[in-house]
């Protein structure tokens, strides 16, 4: 992009094909969209095979936006492309489809890790071993950032290689310290991270004008370039907040690992609400030092991991050692429009023009939600006769100036 | 060949009432449901009319959070502080005075009734008391969290700080030996924002979502032709004043810091706008904490250590995050600052607003 006058520090750690080396093993498993579902669970090999074609995308209002997506035989075209997984060091086969008119590629960013570009109608098979455990964007390199912007890309998430506390292969003392004090200590009581108590995230933008421009066969000035929807895992708004592969849920106590990916052109600061989060790795450099903030900056491309604690939100008035289920009964008892149970709370990027849609339409863009259902003691909180007391959605409509 | 769709995924049935929740939040007032005895009680209205005056002579239509009870400091842009004391249980009586808001405070971290998203909760309809503990000293903020691209935009904001139990003039910082406290002799208050001229025109629902129960999903009911995702903002300032156009230089001491050499700065700085803002400081700084959280300090900050930014090394924060700096200037002189304003799309800098910190 011309002009850009600001640097993002993707300051990858170069990767070095040495560390990864050694461990064999086959398999890369293509789990179906958004999901990041248990990888123990699957056996051999599992190469995954990849298309590139034409979809279009209903955007949250409606709007059918045309895209090229990267898909599986299977489930088809998706945007993002399917959640390819991985153990670090495994030797792996993409084997990449172009149905389009054009020459497409696949590469994972911060990585060796690409093919040539794939002339139309041709097939390209990639052998390589993964990376260093941690969260990677792929894409279609090409004409960047055009292709992955028409909707080629996706998360790849590596897996350290043994059984480990820490979602890396080489944890810094910072790291590896936290998730060793998880359900260890007494300023973290509840339970350790589990691996399967992992989301990812991967944020998208469509300016409906790129695409169109494409489509037409016409040319797109990416100066111009404003999005108008803003999805994550290519969701937006209340349908993002309700899924449930995107949204963490849990009792106090229970840590959960958030992959957060920017395959847009905004840069994004996205905000939690109720817990604080530790930023574990940037662009796959395991931090040094692991801050506790409750905003940070995922910029184009960035990939972000967060270790949301589930902790006890810290400033809920009354005892402490009073279990939330007693202390906030009340509240946890309400109905205000909907139950007040379990404690819902949202994560939503505070560069506000990403919560909208279509140029409005609050909060129908970049936003989900994370959810506690019970106290540290591992009780959830009681299904009680709820009391209603809201006086209803009772606006009635907006101008729209 | 017909071109694959994918679709927007269906509404599940059962959600119906969460995704009309989640666009159209019911309104409610009165008291808390759960209520502690509080230390300290405050009240904030919302929304007040306010002009913001520019260097060039005309003004900015804005909205401000006013405190009720401060006939004379009451009515502030940015909105007045909040200043309270680690352990302080408050009530905050939010009484909205036109149509429904709500006061997020960001950082803090409560209930979701006390939380102040709309659709976790309500809008005030009347007025609320809020209640929370301010368990950690830090540096925080407030805003409505009602159509907040708009409302956050258009002013309704303001800092919140908590200090240690032993009140201004004291930091939380990695200290063990001063049981991780430290005194200063000058605090000051770096919050850059932007202003779209064209958004200052809106009504408080422009662009909204219409309410509809039996299908809160309903294509129809999406508004087009907003302006709320193009940010094209050409007034650039710092916690409340305005840059001049021509020499967009702040001297005015609600933002230039002046100290003596020797004497110790507590620098707090917050993006409360929609750039990317990068900071530049002539003199060395500590950074002390983020979001309200100490570097270092056990048990929460152990995983993490102040650091020193040595003077012209630039520092980036995208909306919302606040950083904490120690300065401890020992040589006389006008030391300039800058802040750089870049679009969040195009990366394209905006405006170079430049301020002092001047050591006596
Ligand atoms: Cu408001
Ligand atoms: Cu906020």
Redesign the interface.
Known sequence: ?H????QWCISSKEWSRRDALTLGGVGLATLSLRSVACHAALGGPLDPELSI??????????E?V??W?FGDPRR????PGPVLEAFAGQELQVTVTNTLSTPHAFAVLGTPIATKPIAPGATETLTFRAPPAGTYLYVDPLSAPVNRLMGLHGAMVVLPEERAGTPYSAPTP??A??FGDLGT???FPGEPWQSDRSRVWLFGSVDLRLPDSISRGATFDM?E????YFTIN??S???A???PETIPKGRLGEPHLVRILNAG?????P?F????V?VLARNNVVQE?????????VGPTERVDVLLPFMR??????DPQTP?RD?????LG?R???P?RP????MHC???????????????GLVT?WEITGDLDGVDFPESELES????????????? | MT???????P??TE?S?????????????GDN??P?EPTVRIARDLVVDFALALPEGDSVPMWIIEDPEDARLGRQFPSKLIRLREGD??HAKVGAKKN?HTI????????????G?G????EV?ASFVY??????AGTYFYHCHK????H??MGLYGLLIVDPPEGQGVVTRLAPEQGHREHYDVEAFWVPDEIDRRWH???H???????D?AD??R?DD??????????RPDVFLVTGVPAARRDPKIVDPRVAVSAHAGQTILLRVL?AG?T?QRFTLDLDAEVIA????P?GVP???????P?TLPARTPF??????RWELLLKPTVPGTYPAQVEY?H??????LATVRTQIKVL
């Open positions: 992009m002009g850009h006058d600001l074609g034409e979809a279009l995308v209903e955007m949250i209002d409606g059918l045309y895209a997506a088809g075209p998706s945007v910072a790291v310290r936290l200590t007494e300023h100066n370039f404003l999005p108008g290519g969701l708004g209340a349908f907040s309700h899924d052109m905004a840069a994004h600061s905000h609400h109720a817990n604080h530790y030092n692991v801050v506790l903030v409750d905003s940070f900056t939100p810290p400033d809920v008035a009354g939330l202390l906030v009964k009340h509240e309400m205000l429009g909907t007040q404690l819902a709370y949202p505070h560069m506000e023009m990403s919560q909208t849609a279509a140029g409005g339409n609050y909060p129908q939600h007391q809201s006086t209803g959605g009772d606006r009635h409509d907006h101008s729209s100036h | 071109i694959p769709v994918i679709s927007r995924m509404m599940p959600e009432a969460a995704f009309f929740k989640h666009v159209c939040p019911p309104t409610f007032a449901p759960d502690v249980v408050v429904t997020h405070w960001h950082g803090i971290e409560p209930t979701p009734m006390n939380d998203v659709k976790h909760s309500f309809g209640q929370f503990c301010a368990r950690q159509n907040t691209p708009l956050f935009e025109e809106l009504g629902e422009a662009f909204m979502q219409k309410c129960e809160p999903v294509r999406f508004s087009h032709g907003g302006i709320l995702n193009d940010f993006n929609y990317v983020m979001d309200g959280r570097l048990p929460y900050g152990v995983y993490s250590s650091f980036q924060l995208t909306s919302a995050m870049f969040w799309v195009t990366g394209k800098r």
